[in-house]
């Protein structure tokens, strides 16, 4: 206290001590923030009270209120679920081939496909639905299994090659060259027509020969493709793997065999139907009916207008 003094530069008194000649200057803090500090106090105490604050072992304290962001999570998602749940079951008792017919439930029908697209298919076919390599461009009207909107939800139920699913889409392409099928200079052969079917390279009697024997079985004679083989479309120019001249010898030599996941075990029936619808509205989308099955003697002397979504060899 007797080392108190005022500091003459500032006018201020000093608290009465100093370190290596530096003196502390008593400037109390305004009273405004003082008390704005004990009304925060204050609000937290009642906050740990009124509301789950304190971490526990397995849980929080749970607060006076019983109210948690779980709990309000929980409360908008059945409200939700009571504001659609007319649509879903008008969607479930709709056959997907009559949604045509319903302009307002297609439309409800196509923006909760978009929904469900976003959370479970960007990953492989993107954002706009357009694919890359390996993974087919759902935007176009290149289809492998069929791209009406009932071949787009039995695809979706099924799945591509999905293990432990009989009913899943199954084809499979002999590895002409890694299983010694076909001698190097044949698969070279074979390359020159496949392109050749897009003006990509020059017919040779070879390689025509050499397609009709191993490849027109699944593909037809002229290379369009087969869809109760799965079999793409080599003739419109549209590739999977990629339209090169070795990329194309390598889907050949080595064959190709995409998977997709059959959504029924994930996904409910609505879902799928919603995914199927907004799938189909991307701007490739057949007629809503199926057509009916050919038969292998049909369908080989048929020219139907597009194979695989981006398809491949």
Not at 182 to 188: N, R
Not at 217 to 231: E, V, Y
Not at 253 to 265: I, L
């Given at each position: 206290?007797?080392?108190?003094?005022?500091?003459e530069?500032?006018?201020?008194?000093?608290?009465?001590?100093?370190?290596?000649?530096?003196?502390?200057?008593?400037?109390?803090?305004?009273?405004?923030?003082?008390?704005?500090?004990?009304?925060?106090?204050?609000f937290?105490?009642?906050?740990?009270?009124?509301?789950?604050?304190?971490?526990?072992?397995?849980?929080a304290?749970?607060?006076?209120?019983?109210w948690?962001?779980?709990g309000?999570?929980?409360?908008?998602?059945?409200?939700?679920?009571?504001?659609?749940?007319?649509?879903?079951?008008?969607?479930?008792?709709?056959?997907?081939?009559?949604?045509?017919?319903?302009p307002?439930?297609?439309?409800?029908?196509i923006?909760?496909?978009r929904?469900?697209?976003?959370?479970?298919?960007?990953?492989?076919?993107?954002?706009?639905?357009?694919?890359?390599?390996?993974?087919?461009?759902?935007?176009?009207?290149?289809?492998?299994?069929?791209?009406?909107?009932?071949?787009?939800?039995?695809?979706?139920?099924?799945?591509?090659?999905h293990?432990?699913?009989?009913?899943?889409?199954?084809?499979?392409?002999?590895?002409?060259?890694?299983?010694?099928i076909?001698?190097?200079?044949?698969?070279?052969?074979?390359?020159?027509?496949?392109?050749?079917?897009?003006?990509?390279?020059t017919?040779?009697?070879?390689?025509?020969?050499?397609?009709a024997?191993?490849?027109?079985?699944?593909?037809?004679?002229?290379?369009?493709?087969?869809r109760?083989f799965?079999?793409?479309n080599?003739?419109?120019?549209?590739?999977?793997?990629?339209?090169?001249?070795?990329q194309?010898?390598?889907s050949i030599?080595?064959?190709?065999?995409?998977?997709?996941?059959?959504?029924?075990?994930?996904?409910?029936?609505?879902?799928?139907?919603?995914?199927?619808?907004?799938?189909?509205?991307?701007?490739?989308?057949?007629?809503?009916?199926?057509a009916p099955?050919?038969?292998?003697?049909?369908?080989?002397?048929?020219?139907?207008?597009?194979?695989?979504?981006?398809?491949?060899?």
């Amino acid at each position: 206290m007797a080392n108190k003094r005022i500091d003459e530069a500032t006018g201020v008194e000093t608290v009465g001590h100093s370190w290596d000649g530096i003196e502390e200057l008593n400037n109390p803090l305004p009273r405004w923030w003082l008390w704005t500090l004990y009304a925060t106090i204050i609000f937290s105490i009642g906050y740990v009270i009124v509301y789950p604050a304190i971490p526990m072992v397995n849980k929080a304290t749970e607060g006076l209120w019983g109210w948690s962001s779980r709990g309000q999570l929980a409360k908008e998602m059945k409200a939700e679920e009571q504001r659609r749940a007319g649509t879903v079951a008008a969607l479930a008792a709709t056959p997907i081939e009559q949604l045509a017919s319903k302009p307002d439930l297609m439309r409800a029908a196509i923006d909760g496909g978009r929904a469900a697209f976003r959370v479970n298919c960007v990953q492989c076919h993107g954002s706009g639905a357009a694919g890359s390599t390996g993974y087919p461009n759902l935007r176009d009207d290149d289809w492998l299994w069929g791209g009406n909107i009932k071949e787009i939800e039995t695809t979706l139920i099924n799945g591509i090659r999905h293990p432990g699913n009989d009913a899943t889409r199954q084809s499979l392409m002999p590895s002409f060259g890694k299983d010694g099928i076909l001698p190097p200079a044949d698969l070279a052969a074979v390359t020159d027509h496949v392109l050749s079917l897009t003006g990509k390279s020059t017919a040779n009697a070879r390689g025509a020969q050499l397609f009709a024997d191993n490849c027109a079985t699944c593909h037809g004679p002229d290379g369009k493709g087969l869809r109760q083989f799965g079999a793409p479309n080599l003739a419109d120019a549209i590739w999977l793997y990629g339209g090169k001249r070795e990329q194309v010898e390598a889907s050949i030599y080595k064959a190709r065999a995409g998977v997709m996941p059959a959504w029924t075990k994930t996904l409910d029936p609505v879902t799928i139907k919603m995914l199927a619808a907004y799938v189909h509205s991307l701007g490739g989308g057949e007629d809503f009916v199926a057509a009916p099955a050919a038969t292998p003697a049909a369908a080989a002397a048929a020219t139907p207008a597009t194979g695989e979504a981006n398809a491949q060899p």
